[in-house]
């Protein structure tokens, strides 16, 4: 299963994609939205792990970007955020589209157990 991390912090994208591909998922790492809005709609990846706060074009912008052109909920996107985002936001993001929300810091474990809920959703 090919993973997309979008992430613009250098550290926590290593250390994640590390992770993960010891867990056996092929890992492509960018580091910010435009790009990885590109690769979502080129379908490179299965699911895209997306951080919301990116400088230029952030996370929220991906998202907004994909349902504009009708194509948010035929791909799996779960966010990844260290923001103060609210439960009512984190709510809303999911009934736009989004598979899950989870804050940082994630747990490793967790985060494995939400993709692969997300792989047979």
């Known amino acids: 299963m090919r993973l997309l991390l979008i992430e613009d912090n250098d550290d926590i994208s290593k250390m994640m994609a590390q992770y993960l591909r010891l867990k056996g998922y092929d890992c492509i790492i960018t580091n910010n939205g435009k790009d990885g809005l590109d690769q979502i709609l080129a379908k490179n990846c299965d699911i895209a792990l997306l951080d919301l706060a990116m400088p230029e074009f ?28 609210t439960e009512g936001k984190m709510r809303e993001l999911e009934k736009r589209g989004v598979y899950s929300c989870l804050k940082k810091p994630v747990q490793l474990n ?12």
């Open 110 to 121: 967790e985060l494995v157990k939400v993709i692969q809920s997300c792989a047979k959703s």
């Open 58 to 85: 952030s996370g929220y912008d991906v998202i907004e970007s994909l349902e504009v052109s009708g194509k948010l909920r035929e791909r799996k996107i779960i966010v990844l955020t260290a923001s103060s985002i």
